[in-house]
């Protein structure tokens, strides 16, 4: 049984607050990416949708004159680092298992390269599969952050996900555990 779903996850206050400002639709279509990807890389879906669902959760908006400036955000962006600390905090206070909350901050922090100097890491499996699924939903310019959806419908769309989840979990000649 898990103890925190991702319904959980999107109804603090926090999550919204973060997850509305780096793009709802992008988190929730990163998560189901993150699922089908777990599937294929023998990685705890569980653990790869809440790190696809929160991975930009550290996002700041860079603007220049009112507009989104990409350039701006490229060159100084560390969203990853902060959303990595903002998930393991959520995630501890909604009483997620400390090691799976790190494990999902873990993902969160290098799921991109981003703001490491001509980086390039070794990923875990974990890591990868969500580095893979922002990837899938990602759109030039940073447009993936501007996609709209109501809120029943992403509350039906998380919902659904988590019903997949557990699903997952619950086929016998699987016997996965969480």
């Known amino acids: 049984m898990r103890k925190v779903r991702l319904t959980d996850i999107y109804l603090h206050p926090i999550a919204k607050k973060y997850i509305n400002r ?31 669902f929160l991975h930009d959760i550290g996002h700041y908006t860079w603007y220049t004159d009112g507009k989104w400036d990409y350039s701006l955000y490229k060159e100084n962006d560390i969203h990853a680092i902060k959303g990595a600390d903002r998930a393991h905090k959520l995630l501890i206070r909604l009483g997620e298992d400390p090691k799976k909350a790190k494990e999902i901050a873990l993902a969160i ?20 599969v969500v580095a893979l699924a922002d990837e899938k939903d990602e759109e030039p310019g940073g447009l993936h952050h501007y996609r709209k959806m109501d809120e029943t419908r992403a509350l039906e769309r998380i919902k659904a996900l988590d019903e997949l989840v557990d699903a997952y979990y619950e086929t016998p000649d699987l016997k996965h555990s969480v």
């Open 109 to 128: 922090l290098l799921h991109t390269d981003s703001y490491l100097p001509n980086g390039q890491l070794e990923l875990q499996p974990l890591q990868k």
């Open 22 to 52: 780096s793009g709802l639709v992008h988190a929730i279509s990163t998560a189901y990416h993150a699922f089908s990807l777990a599937k294929r890389y023998g990685v705890c879906p569980d653990l790869a949708t809440k790190a696809a």
